[in-house]
């Protein structure tokens, strides 16, 4: 069961993108986490509004990228990032629409590689994103596509070349009204849904499902340790939506109330599984097991080309852990943000390519890659 989108089919190219690197510092903080942390605190929904207004946005402040220019691609990703709406992804692919603009190559080959490096410089930005890193990936794969070199003038192919960017921008950037008006048939009068950390796609279903005058009530885990949960359920019962807070630990206890399960994604992988924040397996183990539907939300930018076998198989994303008690130097504490659900354990996921079953994401993944 599955629909898709054709306005988002990405050409096909022959390079594959690089796996995440596992070497980096195993005791540093994830810069995704500190962004996602950052912005926690102030939520809003008005993505297309902020489509338009990126698209808008002048370009007087884009000087180039000669050697001797002030353009750097790290500080207009930040720029974009200090936006609490926009996601990190689309924060880069804002930023690698700038390098296109701002760029003073003369040829088609000139520009590819400015395009690379400054996908190169973002990634290792913070090498845990995942959808950081496929974000660049596919938004290099979509906008450098062989049909811009059919232009003679080089000019022109430039601008060929930046209008995709701007619309592969904006598609990214309405993505979750898409995923949420896809997600409506799925909610029914008098359900119960439990979430899972707070998403900013998930919050938007279910904002969405409010405006539709659709009665359902939310169970929110607390979301340990930095507390998304907590978070989540002030902004449901700011929209009058019925809310109960679980402790993590009282998910198998409060199942049986329950009528679907609704998650977003940092990932979603070869596999048709996904990588979300942590405990979010353990929900899917007993929502499986009491026969309840695991409905994944998640942006077509999050898919990445990565293929775990088990939760070490991926590049750590570690957090801070405050139990409110001292911890003696010997104990070891858990620190990873992440885990990774297998695809047997989710039902659908809702994206901007439509209805798709886990096993469907494999094929999706080479349409957009390759």
Request: proline share 4%; with cysteine.
């Amino acid at each position: 069961m599955w629909r898709r989108s054709a306005s988002f089919i990405l050409d096909r190219s022959s390079n594959s993108p690089p796996m995440a690197d596992t070497t980096q510092n195993p005791d540093a903080i994830s810069a995704y986490y500190q962004t996602r942390a950052a912005h926690h605190g102030v939520i809003t929904s008005d993505w297309l509004a902020q489509a338009q207004a990126a698209v808008e946005q002048p370009d007087s402040t884009h000087s180039g990228l000669g050697p001797n220019k002030s353009f750097n691609v790290i500080d207009e990703f930040n720029g974009w990032r200090k936006q609490p709406d926009l996601a990190e992804a689309v924060a880069a692919i804002r930023a690698m629409a700038a390098v296109i603009r701002a760029s003073e190559a003369t040829t088609m080959m000139e520009l590819e590689i400015e395009l690379k490096k400054a996908s190169d410089t973002l990634k290792s930005w913070d090498k845990t994103s995942i959808s950081l890193t496929a974000g660049c990936d596919l938004f290099i794969r979509y906008v450098t596509r062989t049909s811009a070199l059919e232009y003679e003038d080089f000019n022109s192919a430039k601008s060929r070349l930046l209008e995709r960017a701007e619309k592969f921008g904006e598609i990214s950037c309405k993505a979750r009204k898409i995923i949420a008006m896809l997600s409506q048939d799925f909610i029914f009068d008098g359900c119960t849904i439990l979430v899972h950390g707070l998403s900013r796609v998930v919050l938007e279903v279910l904002k969405t499902a409010a405006q539709n005058n659709k009665l359902f009530r939310v169970l929110c885990t607390e979301g340990r340790p930095d507390g998304t949960g907590v978070l989540l359920s002030n902004e449901l019962s700011k929209l009058d939506i019925p809310v109960k807070l679980l402790l993590d630990s009282a998910v198998a206890y409060s199942m049986d109330e329950v009528d679907m399960v609704f998650v977003g994604a940092d990932g979603v992988v070869e596999s048709g599984g996904i990588i979300n924040m942590m405990g979010t397996y353990q929900i899917a183990l007993v929502a499986h097991s009491m026969n309840k539907p695991v409905y994944v939300a998640a942006e077509s930018y999050k898919f990445a080309r990565l293929y775990p076998l088990d939760q070490k198989d991926m590049a750590p994303a570690l957090r801070p852990i405050e139990f409110g008690v001292k911890i003696p130097a010997k104990v070891e504490v858990e620190r990873s943000a992440r885990d990774y659900t297998p695809p047997q354990y989710l039902t659908l996921l809702f994206t901007d390519l439509g209805v798709l079953s886990p096993s469907v994401v494999s094929d999706e993944l080479i349409q957009l890659y390759l």
